[in-house]
């Protein structure tokens, strides 16, 4: 039985300029211990596809149209305000993007980082300081025991996603997600930090949900990869098949559009027009308009995500057709 | 080798930084660009790289002179920009123009795609007021934008055309060297590839020397024949790209290299991958010796006391690096 099981996840904003479908109809299963990366540009619903597992979706605007999440037989999408709580930054726990902002400048690192204990475990603070000491030195921050007493502005980048991920952890979750965990930060703290959320993942056991733009991030982490365009999954297969064998031809076309594989001098590959409007109701392919391999057929129907080998499912009608 | 287009001698760029509310005082200085010595080639494109608060952006405002320098010369072709009066760099800036990493914050929200456009050719009457028009028109062609968006605004443009409209404001005085300051870093991969590839194209076409800011090496490699790195305001490394990247002198480079994700999932797990410990450097307490010691994993007593030099490692091959014939 898979730990967390997406199924058709539909979430909108309701706009004064119109509804915008950023997630339409997501299925997904994550299994115990799993290192999932969710890929796609900006607009694509990898957020908010997160965002509404942790019911951190702003509602008004946003609205979870449809769908369910199964957690350990609890439906996180459906459940009950007090029993989110006892499962979210408890059972399951986020890291965000931007470390600058996602910590209290007014409070001590302590304060903040043994918090999620104090919430959901009966535990004195002198314990929880205990394990929070322990839980700084496992993400290698150095003199932890004074680090507890300093705010987040002495902290650098790096060390401020440290923070978050010791935090993130302290409770023991079943799954941690990660949002563009990396994004903000320079290239060779970013090494560093892949490194740690790989290390830490196989101490603690953890399924990984990790959101990113970066294929090459996801190359050496995840153990699955999802590619997400117009708010639909268009492709999910194992690490090095989808890297090795992409068939959906956008998953195709992302991977040649990537500088360091093409010979230098000669142009870029590059992806014609923008990805769609998402006001805009598209009964089709969302794809359909910058693809290379486009039929009649793409336009009036959206193709679902099929199996077409045992570790691989594409969502494009002409893969699924054996034609490209 | 004829004369370089743009000249850097031990260039420094300098701040204050102050404290005490009632009775201000300097306590301590950032030096942001610290002793640069460099040339650019006409058309030719050099990649800038390093990491945040190395300086390469204060080294592409110190060569724009929109800060002070501290200490040193920028020549561009001949002419010394870092003594010219205001009117002097009013006219050299026809020749030196800048494309900026946030094509959301560079372009005014108040002016259409016309008048932002339009500008430059007013304020310099580079061609007579009739002809305006006609110009913005070719201008917004060469940057791949229809002449039906010029009288939108910048909120109606996704971020890859502002990115147009700003290289093409760049483009309108027909300037000799263009610097971009991480002109891709805020975009998706697919618009990226696009821009990209403009500039690229531009280079081509109008024979620009470009000077490109970038932290993504890759990007850099791509579009870059040479490639400067640099560590808290100084140059390590400087060499022909696909060389610097490929077979990396310095160990910081080694490291920057090393970090870059490969796209091949087997190669990524099997390589061995040089992760650097610690955090850049304080620019405001910046380490005595080689200001990569502390993170440096062929550090030797020398290191810590010794600045390195930039030296020659072959054909037009720099690194400063002391223990460069060793490692």
């Known amino acids: 039985m898979p730990l967390l099981e997406v199924t058709d996840l539909r979430t909108s904003f309701h706009t004064r300029n119109g509804v915008y479908r950023a997630v339409d ?300 | 080798m004829s004369s370089p287009i743009l000249q850097l001698n031990d260039v420094q760029t300098h701040f204050p930084v102050e404290s005490g509310f009632l009775f201000r005082h300097q306590t301590g200085t950032v030096k942001a660009v610290d002793g640069i010595t460099l040339s650019v080639q006409r058309g030719e494109v050099l990649g800038l790289v390093g990491e945040s608060g190395c300086g390469k952006s204060t080294l592409a405002r110190t060569i724009m002179q929109l800060v002070p320098t501290t200490a040193g010369t920028v020549l561009l072709e001949g002419r010394n920009l870092t003594a010219a009066s205001a009117a002097e760099l009013l006219v050299a800036r026809r020749d030196l123009q800048m494309i900026f990493q946030d094509p959301f914050a560079s372009l005014n929200p108040r002016l259409t795609v016309y008048a932002t456009l339009a500008e430059p050719l007013l304020v310099h009457r580079v061609v007579p007021p009739e002809q305006v028009r006609a110009r913005v028109v070719a201008l917004a062609e060469k940057v791949g934008l229809s002449s039906q968006v010029l009288e939108k605004y910048p909120h109606e443009f996704s971020g890859g055309q502002r990115q147009r409209i700003a290289i093409a404001r760049a483009l309108a005085l027909e300037p000799k060297v263009i610097i971009a300051d991480e002109p891709v870093s805020a975009l998706d991969v697919s618009i990226q590839a696009q821009i990209l590839n403009l500039l690229a194209q531009l280079c081509r076409e109008m024979n620009l020397t470009l000077i490109f800011i970038a932290h993504d090496l890759s990007v850099v490699k791509h579009i870059s024949d040479r490639i400067a790195v640099m560590y808290l305001g100084k140059i390590v490394e400087l060499g022909p790209a696909t060389d610097v990247i490929e077979r990396p002198r310095h160990p910081y480079t080694q490291a920057l290299v090393s970090a870059i994700p490969q796209l091949d999932p087997d190669l990524q797990r099997s390589k061995p991958r040089l992760v650097l410990a610690g955090d850049p450097p304080s620019p405001l307490q910046p380490p005595t010796g080689c200001a990569f010691h502390p993170r440096c994993p062929h550090v030797q007593a020398e290191c810590r006391t010794t600045n390195p030099l930039l030296q020659v490692a072959g054909p037009q091959r720099n690194v400063a690096c002391l223990r460069l014939n060793e490692i």
């Open chain 1, 25 to 324: 109809g997501v299925s997904f299963t994550l299994a115990k211990g799993e290192t999932l990366g969710l890929v796609g540009e900006s607009g694509s619903g990898k957020s908010v596809t997160c965002y509404s597992l942790m019911g951190l979706v702003p509602q008004p605007p946003g609205r979870i149209e449809s769908g369910t999440a199964m957690f350990d037989g609890t439906d996180l999408l459906h459940c009950s305000p007090a029993q989110a709580r006892t499962i979210r930054g408890k059972r399951i726990a986020m890291i965000f993007q931007d470390p600058m902002t996602s910590l209290n400048p007014y409070l001590r690192i302590a304060d903040q980082l043994i918090e999620p204990l104090l919430i959901h475990e009966k535990i004195s603070r002198s314990e929880a300081l205990a394990r929070g000491l322990a839980m700084l030195e496992a993400v290698g921050i150095n003199d932890a025991a004074q680090r507890l007493q300093a705010y987040p502005h002495e902290f650098s980048g790096g060390m401020r996603q440290r923070v978050m991920i010791a935090m993130a952890l302290i409770t023991r979750p079943e799954i941690l997600i990660a949002d563009e965990p990396t994004t903000a930060l320079d290239v060779t703290v970013q090494a560093q930090i892949l490194e740690l959320i790989k290390k830490l993942q196989q101490e603690f056991q953890m399924a990984v949900i990790f959101v990113t733009h970066d294929l090459g991030v996801v190359s050496g982490l995840c153990d699955r990869v999802q590619v997400m365009y117009a708010g639909r999954i268009v492709e999910t297969a194992d690490t090095r098949t989808l890297f090795r064998a992409p068939r959906h031809p956008y998953t195709q076309a992302l991977q040649r559009s990537i500088p360091s594989l093409q010979p230098k001098g000669r142009d870029l590959y590059t992806i014609p027009g923008l990805p769609p409007d998402l006001s805009e109701f598209n009964p089709g392919c969302a794809f359909a308009s910058r693809c290379a391999a486009v039929t009649d057929r793409c336009h009036p129907t959206a193709p679902d995500l099929l199996a077409v080998s045992p570790t691989q499912a594409t969502a494009c009608l002409r893969v699924q057709a054996h034609e490209i």
